[in-house]
């Protein structure tokens, strides 16, 4: 079974940086689009960015400039590289992927696990 294992969270002060990684175990054929979501306590999930196989992404206007995604399709493997954090950006972050080819057959999306950030001074 396909699974996507996150690491790279933790607490920074505000202005800090924090890399995230997230990576699809399993014998994998090819992924579509890999990215990042995020969840405030109280709040509704946020799109953070994305990525697609040809290395287009997109984000979110609250993070543009100061985020930035990439992936490494031989290692199925996604990033979010994380500067001049603010503590608004204090979340779960969940990293998921789509059309997800592998030997356990299709799977349109899959989810991580999620990984804290606390960004607070």
């Known amino acids: 079974q396909v699974q996507l294992v996150e690491s790279g969270g933790g607490l920074v002060h505000p202005g800090g940086s924090l890399r995230l990684s997230c990576a699809a175990s399993?014998?994998?054929?090819?992924?579509?689009?890999m990215g990042w979501y995020r969840q405030a306590p109280g709040q509704q999930r946020e799109l953070v960015a994305t990525?697609?196989?040809?290395?287009?992404?997109n984000y979110a206007d609250s993070v543009k400039g100061r985020f930035t995604i990439s992936r490494v399709n031989a290692r199925n493997t996604v990033y979010l590289q994380m500067n001049n954090l603010k503590p608004e950006d204090t979340a779960v972050y969940y990293c998921?992927?789509?059309?997800?080819?592998?030997?356990?057959?299709?799977?349109?999306?899959?989810w991580g696990q999620g990984t804290q950030v606390t960004v607070s001074s």
């Open positions: 399993g014998t994998i054929f090819s992924i579509g689009v």
């Open positions: 998921f992927s789509e059309e997800v080819y592998s030997t356990n057959g299709y799977r349109s999306e899959i």
């Open positions: 990525i697609t196989s040809p290395g287009l992404t």
